[in-house]
């Protein structure tokens, strides 16, 4: 069929809400840019060029796996997080908007540190985090530690894309390297899934993201249990660490951070209200 971009667009929003998916004007837009290789803007100026057959032949394709489950960032390969366009690939968490608040307010904190702001963080994925931090901080260096090798590789290929790989460096653990030294900030967005809810999560997350970036054990907290007790002796004075957490988590972390002598500086609540970001400094 000759179709234009707009038609396109309005027939792949259509297909994407009949399948159930509720972002489908969104995501239709973004397979459609993907396939054209166009920004926003020029896709929108152009809609009323027509689409030739094997762009549109590709861009059904990718509907199809969308109506089936798969994330968009999982189809085409990248996500844009805190403005910045990350690689992302079966082995890293997809990074998630909620994860902006944490970069933000470590921003802020880092604004009202001394530099050369040195960072650590913990369990890096893609480094979204890290690299956000980085990109906005020109004088810090990070240190980010991650479980996976393929995912630190890939982490290393984002900071090089975003030109701050000379001052990103990865690190081989599932937690802080005992020899590592202190740091300005700490930062993390562990794994919390409960191990027994994993199952049951939505399919663009249960099937989707390695089960490694989501299982926090039993309770889901294992791994702010092994933060809050040892990341004590690699803060600089005056440093902070920031945890991301799951609904309804902040209160027992708290619990948990109260008895290994921290104190809980701010809590930050997501868009939608939920207490999301824990902000900790020494006693
Ligand atoms: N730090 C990465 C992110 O927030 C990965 C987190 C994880 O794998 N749990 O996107």
């Not at 994330?71 to 366009?85: A, D, K, Q, W």
């Not at 995912?151 to 290393?156: M, V």
Request: aromatic share 4%; charged share 20%.
């Amino acid at each position: 069929m000759k179709a234009s971009i707009g038609d396109w667009l309005a027939t792949g929003a259509q297909s994407l809400a009949d399948a159930g998916i509720s972002d489908a004007r969104l995501d239709s837009r973004l397979l459609l840019q993907h396939v054209l290789d166009l920004p926003h803007a020029a896709l929108i100026s152009n809609s009323g060029n027509i689409v030739e057959e094997n762009a549109a032949k590709i861009f059904q394709g990718l509907l199809e796996r969308r109506a089936k489950g798969e994330p968009v960032s999982r189809i085409v390969g990248y996500r844009e997080f805190y403005g910045l366009r990350f690689l992302v690939t079966p082995e890293v968490l997809d990074p998630r908007p909620e994860t902006e608040l944490l970069v933000e307010v470590a921003l802020k904190a880092a604004n009202t540190m001394p530099g050369p702001m040195r960072i650590l963080d913990i369990g890096t994925g893609s480094g979204a985090i890290a690299i956000s931090l980085l990109h906005h901080l020109p004088d810090a260096s990070c240190q980010a530690c991650d479980i996976s090798s393929t995912a630190l590789a890939l982490a290393a290929e984002n900071a090089r894309l975003h030109g701050v790989g000379g001052r990103f460096s990865p690190v081989l653990s599932d937690m802080i390297p005992p020899d590592c030294g202190r740091f300005g900030l700490i930062v993390s967005n562990p794994p919390y899934i409960e191990t027994s809810v994993i199952a049951s999560l939505d399919r663009g997350v249960r099937d989707h993201d390695p089960v490694l970036a989501l299982d926090g054990g039993t309770d889901g907290l294992k791994f702010y249990r092994k933060i809050l007790s040892t990341a004590e002796n690699h803060l600089l004075d005056g440093g902070a660490v920031f945890l991301e957490c799951g609904a309804g988590q902040a209160e027992p972390i708290c619990q948990l951070a109260r008895a290994h002598g921290w104190k809980l500086t701010a809590i930050h609540r997501d868009l939608s209200g939920i207490e999301r970001v824990l902000e900790f400094g020494r006693t």
